[in-house]
């Protein structure tokens, strides 16, 4: 019976999950997005020509499968691993507590893997197509392909929690000791602007972070939940050698700055698709209108420039941060990622970068994203870009002093207008003068 019972919960929520998806379905599988008929562009795509010309060979492994050659080829650190136990992905056969999935990232791609699992699961970031998804079959082959997927991949990542757009999601919910979601528990997409004490729930984290609280780590033995929700052993854990056989993965760790910057990014990815999709699907209307009723082909209307603004400045305040949970003492990592993710750069004259990390009140040094480096954020219709270029320089110039941005010193919009202009080389000029 109880396996009944949460096959038919699970079946409702992907009922539900589904209908919100079918409401946008239709625009972004429409022109000029034409989502699954359109020929990505992204890391994979390019890794894939290389494959087929014979340029790389990516070599398996009896342990990893193409794990270590693909992380390798798309320069994804091992020390950006992260643990998921919870069974909420493609593979939830092999996903449990004492066999979690691990996640590896990049500013332009995901890579998940299970152990014994049949494929790594891929996530790309697409400039012109958002989140594009594949596969890439475990089983050594003499041409390995990643297959392109869609219909399965959107039924979850094509939702409200993605901006209605194909984007990732990373959630936090509890999780019985089987794998299995707690639905009735309630579940919650995570981006920075989610308190610390909602986050991490079915997954591992190896980290301190003081007295701080976190769901991560923690599995509920029985199907209720206990109220409150007790986690002390959860917290500030150095290592998993308890919960898992940590060598049958490329590291032991599931770093909590790794976590963070995820939540992020993610955040960010989404929103950069949001205004891509919005613009250029308000610009096609325009296309037609200004064609059916004769008027000059440039012709912007008052709804396409109000639509433009507000998916721009949506994606401004999520580049500044607005809205981030504050955090009330220091958080360290255990996998050296920190480290490594600063040192990434582009730093500046004065060896500042928008990369540096403050991790005691709050996520980042100098508060923008360092993905307004992206091959996304590059990527915006300029009509979208000229307006997000604009409105961030309205508020780190100070002309915009409004209280949505009051978390910007006037220190911090001095240092990263300098940071910018001297890393980022296709500024507008007036943000040179």
């Known amino acids: 019976m109880r396996v009944v019972a949460i096959f038919q919960y699970s079946l409702v929520a992907i009922f539900l999950v589904f209908e919100s998806r079918?409401?946008?379905?239709?625009?972004?599988?429409?022109s000029p997005i034409s989502y699954s008929a359109s020929s990505p562009s992204n890391c994979i795509s390019r890794l894939q020509n290389q494959l087929d010309r014979g340029e790389l060979e990516l070599e398996h492994q009896d342990t990893f499968g193409y794990l270590p050659a693909v992380l390798k080829a798309l320069e994804v650190p091992i020390e950006s691993q992260m643990f998921v136990f919870s069974k909420t992905s493609l593979q939830v056969r092999y996903i449990t507590p004492r066999t979690p999935r691990a996640v590896y990232f990049s500013d332009r791609v995901y890579v998940g893997y299970c152990q014994m699992g049949d494929v790594l699961e891929i996530s790309a970031v697409d400039p012109q197509l958002g989140t594009v998804f594949y596969t890439l079959d475990q089983q050594?082959?003499?041409?390995?392909?990643?297959?392109?997927?869609?219909?399965?991949?959107?039924?979850?990542?094509?939702?409200s929690r993605t901006e209605g757009v194909p984007g990732h999601l990373v959630r936090s919910l509890l999780t019985d000791a089987a794998?299995?979601?707690?639905?009735?528990?309630?579940?919650?997409?995570?981006?920075?602007?989610?308190?610390?004490d909602q986050r991490w729930g079915?997954?591992?984290?190896?980290?301190?972070h003081g007295s701080q609280k976190h769901l991560g780590n923690l599995v509920i033995r029985t199907r209720v939940v206990p109220e409150p929700v007790e986690n002390s052993a959860g917290q500030n854990v150095y290592e998993l050698n308890d919960r898992l056989d940590v060598r049958k993965y490329l590291s032991p760790h599931s770093d909590i700055v790794a976590l963070m910057l995820l939540e992020h990014q993610v955040l960010v990815h989404n929103r950069l698709t949001k205004a891509n999709f919005d613009t250029r699907q308000a610009i096609d209307y325009d296309a037609m209108m200004n064609r059916m009723l004769e008027k000059p082909v440039a012709t912007q209307s008052e709804s396409t420039t109000r639509r433009i603004k507000s998916t721009?400045?949506?994606?401004?305040?999520?580049?500044?941060?607005?809205?981030?949970?504050?955090?009330t003492e220091p958080i360290k990592g255990t996998a050296g990622y920190a480290e490594q993710f600063t040192k990434t750069g582009p730093h500046d004259a004065q060896g500042r970068s928008l990369r540096d990390l403050d991790l005691a009140t709050r996520l980042?040094?100098?508060?923008?994203?360092?993905?307004?480096?992206?091959?996304?954020?590059?990527g915006l219709p300029h009509e979208s870009r000229d307006y997000v270029w604009q409105r961030l320089w309205e508020i780190l110039s100070g002309k915009d002093p409004s209280d949505k941005f009051a978390h910007l010193t006037a220190s911090d919009r001095q240092a990263i207008v300098e940071i910018l202009?001297?890393?980022?080389?296709?500024?507008?000029?007036?943000?040179?003068k």
Request: glycine share 6%; proline share 5%.
């Open 22 to 30: 079918l409401r946008a379905e239709d625009d972004f599988e429409r």
């Open 140 to 159: 050594s082959a003499v041409k390995p392909r990643f297959e392109r997927r869609t219909d399965h991949c959107l039924i979850c990542h094509s939702s």
């Open 179 to 196: 794998g299995q979601p707690i639905f009735s528990a309630g579940s919650r997409a995570v981006d920075h602007t989610t308190p610390v």
């Open 202 to 208: 079915g997954w591992y984290v190896t980290g301190t």
């Open 312 to 327: 721009g400045d949506r994606l401004v305040e999520t580049l500044l941060l607005v809205g981030e949970a504050k955090l």
């Open 364 to 378: 980042f040094k100098y508060p923008c994203s360092y993905l307004i480096y992206s091959e996304a954020f590059n």
């Open 421 to 432: 202009r001297d890393t980022k080389t296709d500024l507008p000029d007036y943000w040179k």
